[in-house]
């Protein structure tokens, strides 16, 4: 296993030379109650990793999209789109997989630490769950993610996000009561949220006049319908697909790249939320053994006091037969 050291949450700050490759941040509204956004660790992109889970099979057999942990109650959740040929209630006869890629069909499923999974739910119309966030409350978990699918070159894309409870086989559509509904940016779409479980903070990726940005929140303003941000900033040039995203503190750390064998493309772009430059891009290099190897999602963990790791998800397996590993790297730079 790869060498690894864990970090204060508070206290160490990591200073990071900005590099060629900046983007152009639009300062956001100042919040006169938060002040400049303080400086945070900064993880580094380059050190080794470790497995977290792997081979880990999903409710359903499809390539996972994105995943978020409840650090509170030991879950973690992975979302991917549904599989073909499924038939839930209210459905008149099974629906492909192409049907259920233009619809925004998604499949939740939790799993334990161990990779086994515990429970799962349906997202009719939700969207192509390229981010998730996960909130604990008390021993529940309320879910982040997007919402009210449109279709765009075969596949649905969230143009809302929303906030509902895990219930193990549960089946939700855009309509259901569960769901509390939020549109903080208007006329924005292709809108994914995920969750900074250490500053507890949501960020949301989304596009407007066809360019992708990211808008940093406090949770609980956003929970009580106030969209005042904390930073926002331009969605920097990538070399490969873009795959998911999360924030830790000042940073937004973004992942790239497509399915293929070692060495791969692979790679992990670090943006200060402060300036929207760029202060590191590296290629990911770990899951060596991993068979297809598509990165997919991001999120932030909590291992214990004091230790914060910086999550990444590989697909692998065949089709029909799609398996999750998440990799993570908790180094301080």
Known sequence: MPTRRTFLIAGAVAG???????????????????????????FDCAAPGARLVGAAPLHNATVMQSLAFDNVNRHLFVVQLMAGGL?????????SGATRSANGDLCLTRLDRHGRETGHMYLRGFGHGVQIGAEPTGRGTFLWTETDSVAEDGSGWGTRICRYRFADGAVLDPGSPELAKQAPIPGADRTTCGTDPVHR??????????????????????????YQPLAEVAQPALGHSFQGYASYGSYLYLLEGTSGAMPGNTHLTCVDWRTGDVVERRPVTDGADVDFREPEGMAVHVAGPGAVRLCYGFASGVPGARLANVYY????A
């Open 16 to 42: 990071a030379a900005t590099i060629t490759g900046a983007t152009t941040a639009r300062p956001a509204a100042a919040d006169p109650e938060a002040g400049p956004l303080p400086p945070s660790p900064r």
């Open 87 to 95: 038939r839930l209630p209210g459905e008149p006869a099974p629906v």
């Open 201 to 226: 903070r949501l960020v949301m990726r989304h596009r407007i006049g066809g360019a992708f940005r990211y808008t940093l929140y406090r949770l609980d303003d956003v929970r009580r319908h106030r």
């Open 329 to 332: 790297k908790e180094t301080l």
